[in-house]
């Protein structure tokens, strides 16, 4: 698995705000560059050496970047985020698996 905008596309279709129905070649790019931004920052923040595998730091770094986008301000006006703004779905799942990794639970 790779860390880049087709697998993001392809794993988060709910969050590829490009693919809205009547949208323009201009608000695809700057939706396509809004998640490119949110990869690279979480490949800057997920610690790859913690994960037992490539393939569990490739997953923890798009469920970062899911999060991430769920809560730009896009995400937040498709509501995917909580109504309390404590997190999304994606950053749990991203939580779980940095913990999981810490504590030694995800060796293959």
């Not at 931004?37 to 569990?56: E, F």
């Not at 970062?64 to 999304?88: E, N, T, V, W, Y």
């Amino acid at each position: 698995m790779a860390c880049d905008l087709a697998t993001f596309k392809s794993n988060f279709p709910e969050l590829d705000f490009a693919a809205t129905p009547g949208s323009n070649t201009d608000q695809r790019t700057r939706a396509d560059a809004l998640i490119t931004v949110k990869l690279a920052q979480a490949v800057a923040i997920v610690d790859r050496g913690s994960y037992a595998t490539t393939t569990l730091a490739d997953t923890a770094t798009l469920y970062l970047a899911a999060h991430l986008q769920a809560c730009s301000p896009s995400g937040l006006a498709a509501k995917l985020i909580a109504r309390d703004f404590s997190g999304s779905v994606y950053g749990e799942i991203y939580s779980s698996l940095a913990v999981a990794a810490c504590a030694g639970g995800l060796v293959p």
